[in-house]
């Protein structure tokens, strides 16, 4: 890793720390908020892998107190909501589980938007962590399907793989507006982008995409 790669690594996990956010990625999810606002005050919101909590904090401090936050992890997550955020329900869970969306329900029936910083443990394999990605990603998305309102927004992470073309045509057909990210906050060396769905539409609607994909590094223009 070289200097400015360190520097910038350094600077994003001093911020975190000062700014008591428990990982420096939630400025990944700050990045995409400045840009397209699609945190509202008095949305309701899903965020899945939230542990350690950063973007579930964030995202409380977004949509304010008469908002809600929903965050699910394999591992516990307990962080103390800030003063005028919105209650965050911490669920420790597979997302995978069957069982999960009933229990989900039962403190919200559908959300406003989706949010997932996901990741599978990599293997050192460019190409089976890429697939491991998506698998993941698609699983979301199916999440999406069940829990997102009309017109509801989604956020995720992956890992680019030869499979990434067909997922973004695959978030066109059911949002208005796809943009794919990369924050400077990301680290350099990863691999790993954010696809943002905007104006979710369910199955039987015609979708008319608003503007066409945005690819690159957008965030850094």
């Not at 209650?87 to 989900?104: M, Q």
């Amino acid at each position: 890793m070289d200097y400015k790669v360190r520097k910038i690594n350094d600077y994003y996990a001093k911020k975190a720390k000062k700014e008591n956010y428990p990982a420096r990625s939630v400025y990944k999810l700050e990045e995409v908020q400045a840009r397209f606002r699609f945190l509202r005050r008095g949305d309701s919101v899903l965020d899945l892998g939230c542990f350690p909590g950063s973007w579930s904090l964030f995202a409380s401090q977004e949509v304010g107190p008469k908002g809600v936050v929903v965050g699910i992890d394999l591992e516990q997550t307990d962080q103390e909501v800030r003063s005028g955020g919105a209650p965050i329900h911490w669920l420790c869970g597979d997302i995978r589980d069957p069982a999960l969306v009933p229990l989900v329900r039962r403190i919200r029936p559908a959300f406003k938007v989706l949010i997932s910083d996901l990741a599978p443990k990599t293997t050192g394999s460019r190409w089976a962590d890429a697939q491991q990605s998506l698998a993941l990603v698609r699983h979301t998305l199916a999440l999406a399907g069940e829990l997102l309102l009309e017109r509801g927004h989604y956020l995720g992470k992956v890992f680019q793989g030869e499979d990434f073309p067909p997922l973004v045509e695959q978030l066109k057909e059911r949002f208005s507006t796809v943009k794919v990210l990369k924050p400077k906050s990301s680290r350099v060396e990863s691999r790993e982008v954010f696809v943002l769905g905007m104006g979710f539409q369910r199955p039987g609607t015609e979708v008319v995409n608003e503007e066409e994909n945005e690819t690159g590094n957008i965030l850094q223009a």
